[in-house]
């Protein structure tokens, strides 16, 4: 063991459990003395901590305990830039998956054309067929995060693609996560024949609640439909 390293940090090195490790390489605390804390020591400690983490991320053990200050200080130095570079390219590849995820979402030309097919279909085959072909779990308008949700004028649900629970109740004063009453939202500028409204609501292809632009239709007299997009750059 080098004579330059003190016990502390001694322990931290020769310390096999990486939790107890981590633990030995905390920044020491002053005592009621002051105690000054010798600068080598701190930068060594943070080298010990940096050592961990690789050992625990990329199975790298550096093998700092035969080196002389010089070349162990280099080592360090090395061993933070490959860190900081891993770093980088685990970012830039997220942001490059995200991007990905994002151009997968519909765009709004593709909803309006969703939902006038919806609408087509429901002209040719009647109300109650549509209705029923929205809750087909193996059904022609089950596209990803593409699908229908449809209402009367009240507010009550009267079918819906990945929510089938919701049918026959009144969600007049449902409330997204900003406290908006979307379902009313939808319903009145469905009242206009159709329209665009931004509200919360859970994204069946990840389970995770996102902001939707929803594009609804007036069916007929007693009903309105709608479907959406979760593409956050869509407006």
Not at 68 to 76: A, D, E, G, K, T
């Amino acid at each position: 063991m080098p004579f330059w390293l003190n016990q502390k940090t001694r322990d931290c090195f020769e310390s096999k459990n990486a939790k107890n490790a981590l633990v030995l390489c905390k920044k020491p605390r002053n005592t009621k003395n002051k105690t000054r804390i010798n600068p080598t020591t701190l930068i060594l400690t943070m080298a010990c901590k940096i050592g961990i983490l690789a050992t625990l991320t990329l199975g790298v053990t550096p093998d700092l305990m035969s080196l002389q200050p010089p070349q162990s200080f280099i080592c360090m130095k090395n061993l933070l830039s490959s860190l900081l570079l891993i770093t980088a390219v685990a970012f830039t590849s997220m942001s490059h998956l995200n991007a990905q995820d994002a151009a997968k979402h519909p765009t709004k030309d593709e909803v309006v054309k969703f939902v006038e097919e919806g609408a087509a279909f429901a002209k040719e085959k009647g109300k109650d067929a549509f209705l029923k072909e929205i809750m087909k779990a193996d059904g022609q308008f089950k596209r990803g995060e593409l699908y229908f949700y449809a209402y009367d004028f009240n507010c009550v649900c009267v079918s819906h693609g990945t929510k089938p629970e919701l049918v026959g109740k009144d969600l007049s004063n449902l409330m997204d996560v900003k406290g908006n009453k979307m379902i009313q939202a939808l319903r009145d500028e469905a009242k206009k024949g159709s329209g665009w409204v931004a509200f919360f609501w859970q994204n069946p292809t990840t389970n995770r609640m996102e902001k939707k632009l929803g594009y609804v239709m007036k069916l007929d007299d007693t009903t309105w439909f709608g479907s959406g997009t979760y593409a956050p750059d869509a407006e």
